[in-house]
């Protein structure tokens, strides 16, 4: 067992973090050239071969710079429906996806084209209408798409499982970097905001409240990267992991934010903070696919009924002892 | 990164696993905590058999009699123990405290007279630390040892104590420079527990057992030889015992918890859960997997650097307050069972014992409060509080 990140990956996330905060709103071309959109693409398709482990560590790092274009919508979500043509597309940084299995659909003002599920598979769209619509989060817009055709046939459904899984353990990781850059302003803030004399984090009304987010978050980040590892071995616990993941990470998200916000006090309030902003991209996380309770529905039925509701989960998986 | 056990990791598991099933005592299976997890002849047998196989001490060098391993095996015995409901080795504040404190302060006489009987369970070891004055301020101890004629006389009373009333020795820490204040003029001392002047007294807990003791120090005379570290440094050396009571105990706390969720879950299957009980119930499960992957991480770390990762320091903090959830969730599904206690409730009243013995968990071994405050400083970084 080891549970530890190699160096090569270690690298990654600091290459990853210098580069978003020299370059707060880079292009898809420039994240290609960086090999990001290639990382689990084959090398014989212009990939890196790497896992989704790497993955995770890139989408934890866009989660926690605001990053906002279709790197979530390309690479976590409709990868696994893509043929190795597009693949290599993909990863050379030529195109960019987004894949509409529910009304609403990510990233659609970045994305350059549209997968969608119907019937036994999954389609290209082509020709359809896009219309983007307000969001809170103005970093992470949403579209629906409207009329259209099936194109190119891309992939059977069975690859919805997957898609699942990538996606629900991506919104998780992106969730954990949300919160701890917003655990770090709460963290910065009460050590250096004097009042009656004294730095506010030797308050225990104030302390102890950042005490408990750093655990959530803490917590939440061995579930995502449990998730993670799951989903990059393709082992019979992804879809459970998945989904407990998600429930816990979104939620621990929003209220490290919230926590965030009540340490700042007023300017923690404004337009102004980038708490702000963090806060509204953790709601959209906790928001998009399934709920928290939706998947924590999903996770009892595993746990408690005799047949798995229909929820995708493999039922023989779910142990609830340890080790093995 | 790789979740799955090693080859050798495996092995170690599955040898452990058939050992288990082959030698625990039917009647000391599925041990309910609580007081019962030391009394009798039984518990003193298991503890032998643990050792003659060579799994008491673990992590303990050879030399010392222990078995040399690696930490990572140390954390597969205690989910494995926990996961079979097995009960710990009787010496419980030996192997994990006075053991330890013993091997990094003690002299070689020490260690030689010390070691073997806690490992074979001969003698059974209990801690001297918190006192009616001192429960999280440790540094306000006033149990006062004088030197006299070449040895100490110790006055004063100690409380919590667990298995006092069965110990033959005591790690006490005492006040042995009567100007002193706080940190400093601290003596760490081993007292034999049967010395003329030591009073052991036992407290009724809530649960209406008694687990722990008062002890009282009359005019106890402890043999100058029986000095831990240096006169006045007892201190350190108490900071030695208290990190190994922290180190992998979070994997045996862990595993039960696993027990435990996975008795919530037969409970709910058994008598019905409504879906807000449903929820919770998963939510339960989650929090369980999170504190395990989050234990792994804190033990890959430290088999990797040397170091326990940040990430351990939450282990016992998570822990007891899920497990009060759990028991007081347990409760809601038993509905007006869960009024009845002992042989006329549900499942023999297992439920309504966890409930009430679970509140001591966010207390014992370092209280919820001291605990945030550890992660805010030591953690985070934060200004100290104090």
Same mark, same amino acid.
């Given at each position: 067992?080891?549970?530890?990140?190699?160096?090569?990956?270690?690298?990654?996330?600091?290459?990853?973090?210098?580069?978003?905060?020299?370059?707060?709103?880079?292009?898809?071309?420039?994240?290609?050239?960086?090999?990001?959109?290639?990382?689990?693409?084959?090398?014989?398709?212009?990939?890196?071969?790497?896992?989704?482990?790497?993955?995770?560590?890139?989408?934890?790092?866009?989660?926690?710079?605001?990053?906002?274009?279709?790197?979530?919508? *390309?690479?976590?979500?409709?990868?696994?429906?893509?043929?190795?043509?597009?693949?290599?597309?993909?990863?050379?940084?030529?195109?960019?996806?987004?894949?509409?299995?529910?009304?609403?659909?990510?990233?659609?003002?970045?994305? $350059?084209?549209?997968?969608?599920?119907?019937?036994?598979?999954?389609?290209?769209?082509?020709?359809?209408?896009?219309?983007?619509?307000?969001?809170?989060?103005?970093?992470?817009?949403?579209?629906?798409?409207?009329?259209?055709?099936?194109?190119? %046939?891309?992939?059977?459904?069975?690859?919805?499982?997957?898609?699942?899984?990538?996606?629900?353990?991506?919104?998780?990781?992106?969730?954990?970097?949300?919160?701890?850059?917003?655990?770090?302003?709460?963290?910065?803030?009460?050590?250096?905001?004097?009042?009656?004399? !004294?730095?506010?984090?030797?308050?225990?009304?104030?302390?102890?409240?950042?005490?408990?987010?750093?655990?959530?978050?803490?917590?939440?980040?061995?579930?995502?990267?449990?998730?993670?590892?799951?989903?990059?071995?393709?082992?019979?616990?992804?879809?459970?992991?998945?989904?407990?993941? !998600?429930?816990?990470?979104?939620?621990?998200?929003?209220?490290?934010?919230?926590?965030?916000?009540?340490?700042?006090?007023?300017?923690?309030?404004?337009?102004?903070?980038?708490?702000?902003?963090?806060? !509204?991209?953790?709601?959209?996380?906790?928001?998009?696919?399934?709920?928290?309770?939706?998947?924590?529905?999903?996770?009892?039925?595993?746990?408690?009924?005799?047949?798995?509701?229909?929820?995708?989960?493999?039922?023989?998986?779910?142990?609830?002892?340890?080790?093995? | 990164?790789?979740?799955?056990? *090693?080859? $050798?990791?495996?092995?170690?598991?599955?040898?452990?696993?058939?050992?288990?099933?082959?030698?625990?005592?039917?009647?000391?299976?599925?041990?309910?905590?609580?007081?019962?997890?030391?009394?009798?002849?039984?518990?003193?047998?298991?503890?032998?058999?643990?050792?003659?196989?060579?799994?008491?001490?673990?992590?303990?060098?050879?030399? +010392?009699?222990?078995?040399?391993?690696? +930490?990572?095996?140390?954390?597969?015995?205690?989910?494995?123990?926990?996961?079979?409901?097995?009960?710990?080795?009787?010496?419980?504040?030996?192997?994990?405290?006075?053991?330890?404190?013993?091997?990094?302060?003690?002299?070689?006489?020490?260690?030689?007279?010390?070691?073997?009987?806690?490992?074979?369970?001969?003698?059974?070891?209990?801690?001297?630390?918190?006192?009616?004055?001192?429960?999280?301020?440790?540094?306000?101890?006033?149990?006062?040892?004088?030197? !006299?004629?070449?040895?100490?006389?110790?006055?004063?009373?100690?409380?919590?104590?667990?298995?006092?009333?069965?110990?033959?020795?005591?790690?006490?820490?005492?006040?042995?420079?009567?100007?002193? *204040?706080?940190?400093?003029?601290?003596?760490?001392?081993?007292?034999?527990?049967?010395?003329?002047?030591?009073?052991? %007294?036992?407290?009724?807990?809530?649960?209406?057992?008694?687990?722990?003791?008062?002890?009282?120090?009359?005019?106890?005379?402890?043999?100058?030889?029986?000095?831990?570290?240096?006169?006045?440094?007892?201190?350190?050396?108490?900071?030695? *015992?208290?990190?190994?009571?922290?180190?992998?105990?979070?994997?045996?706390?862990?595993?039960?918890?696993?027990?435990?969720?996975?008795?919530?879950?037969?409970?709910?299957?058994?008598?019905?859960?409504?879906?807000?009980?449903?929820?919770?119930?998963? %939510?339960?499960?989650?929090?369980?997997?999170?504190?395990?992957?989050?234990? +792994?991480?804190?033990?890959?770390?430290?088999?990797?650097?040397?170091?326990?990762?940040?990430?351990?320091?939450?282990?016992?903090?998570?822990?007891?307050?899920?497990?009060?959830?759990?028991?007081?969730?347990?409760?809601?599904?038993?509905?007006?069972?869960?009024?009845?206690?002992?042989?006329?409730?549900?499942?023999?009243?297992?439920?309504?014992?966890?409930?009430?013995?679970?509140?001591?968990?966010?207390?014992?071994?370092?209280?919820?409060?001291?605990?945030?405050?550890?992660?805010?400083?030591?953690?985070?970084?934060?200004?100290?509080?104090?």
């Amino acid at each position: 067992m080891d549970f530890t990140f190699t160096p090569e990956q270690d690298a990654l996330r600091e290459q990853a973090r210098a580069f978003l905060a020299a370059n707060p709103e880079p292009s898809w071309k420039e994240l290609a050239e960086l090999g990001w959109t290639g990382v689990s693409i084959a090398e014989e398709d212009g990939g890196a071969g790497l896992t989704f482990v790497e993955e995770a560590v890139l989408l934890e790092e866009l989660g926690r710079a605001l990053y906002r274009g279709p790197f979530f919508s *390309t690479v976590a979500v409709t990868l696994p429906a893509l043929p190795d043509d597009l693949r290599a597309e993909v990863a050379a940084g030529e195109t960019s996806w987004t894949l509409a299995f529910g009304p609403l659909v990510p990233d659609l003002d970045t994305a $350059d084209r549209v997968a969608i599920v119907g019937g036994d598979g999954i389609y290209e769209l082509e020709g359809a209408e896009r219309e983007i619509l307000s969001t809170t989060d103005e970093t992470r817009p949403v579209g629906v798409v409207r009329g259209g055709d099936p194109g190119r %046939r891309l992939a059977d459904s069975g690859v919805l499982e997957e898609i699942r899984n990538r996606t629900l353990a991506a919104l998780a990781i992106e969730a954990c970097g949300v919160a701890r850059r917003a655990l770090e302003f709460g963290i910065e803030h009460a050590s250096t905001r004097e009042q009656f004399g !004294k730095p506010i984090g030797v308050y225990q009304a104030v302390s102890h409240p950042l005490a408990d987010a750093y655990t959530r978050l803490e917590l939440a980040r061995s579930l995502s990267l449990w998730a993670a590892w799951c989903v990059a071995e393709n082992d019979e616990q992804a879809p459970i992991a998945a989904a407990a993941a !998600k429930a816990f990470a979104a939620e621990a998200a929003v209220q490290v934010c919230e926590t965030a916000i009540q340490v700042h006090g007023g300017i923690g309030f404004t337009w102004e903070h980038v708490l702000q902003r963090l806060y !509204k991209r953790a709601l959209w996380i906790e928001s998009f696919s399934a709920s928290s309770s939706t998947l924590r529905a999903e996770v009892a039925a595993a746990l408690l009924d005799a047949t798995p509701a229909a929820s995708g989960f493999v039922q023989t998986p779910v142990s609830l002892t340890q080790g093995g | 990164m790789d979740l799955r056990d *090693t080859a $050798d990791e495996a092995a170690f598991r599955g040898e452990l696993r058939s050992w288990i099933e082959e030698n625990l005592p039917e009647e000391l299976q599925g041990h309910r905590g609580g007081a019962a997890r030391f009394e009798g002849e039984a518990m003193r047998g298991w503890s032998r058999a643990l050792h003659e196989a060579g799994f008491a001490g673990l992590t303990w060098p050879t030399e +010392y009699g222990g078995s040399g391993a690696s +930490y990572t095996h140390q954390a597969i015995f205690l989910e494995e123990m926990a996961r079979a409901e097995a009960p710990p080795h009787v010496g419980v504040i030996g192997l994990g405290m006075a053991g330890p404190t013993i091997m990094a302060h003690g002299s070689e006489e020490q260690k030689a007279r010390y070691l073997e009987p806690i490992l074979s369970a001969d003698e059974i070891w209990c801690q001297g630390f918190s006192e009616p004055g001192a429960g999280s301020d440790l540094a306000a101890v006033r149990t006062s040892a004088r030197q !006299k004629n070449g040895h100490f006389v110790v006055d004063g009373q100690k409380v919590w104590s667990s298995f006092a009333h069965l110990a033959s020795f005591c790690i006490l820490l005492t006040r042995s420079d009567p100007e002193s *204040t706080r940190h400093a003029g601290l003596t760490y001392l081993i007292v034999d527990m049967h010395a003329p002047g030591v009073d052991v %007294r036992p407290l009724t807990q809530i649960t209406g057992e008694a687990e722990f003791n008062e002890i009282f120090f009359d005019g106890v005379e402890v043999p100058a030889e029986n000095l831990l570290g240096e006169i006045g440094g007892g201190w350190q050396v108490a900071m030695t *015992t208290l990190l190994h009571e922290r180190g992998t105990l979070g994997f045996a706390l862990q595993a039960a918890l696993a027990v435990q969720v996975r008795k919530l879950a037969a409970l709910a299957r058994d008598r019905g859960a409504d879906p807000l009980q449903r929820d919770r119930i998963a %939510r339960e499960w989650i929090e369980v997997q999170a504190l395990r992957f989050t234990n +792994y991480r804190a033990l890959s770390k430290l088999v990797k650097t040397g170091v326990p990762g940040p990430e351990g320091s939450i282990s016992k903090l998570v822990w007891s307050e899920a497990n009060q959830r759990v028991t007081k969730l347990a409760l809601e599904l038993l509905g007006p069972d869960a009024a009845l206690a002992e042989e006329n409730a549900p499942y023999g009243g297992y439920w309504q014992h966890q409930q009430l013995r679970s509140r001591g968990n966010t207390i014992e071994a370092g209280t919820s409060e001291v605990l945030r405050n550890i992660v805010a400083e030591r953690v985070l970084g934060l200004p100290k509080s104090r």
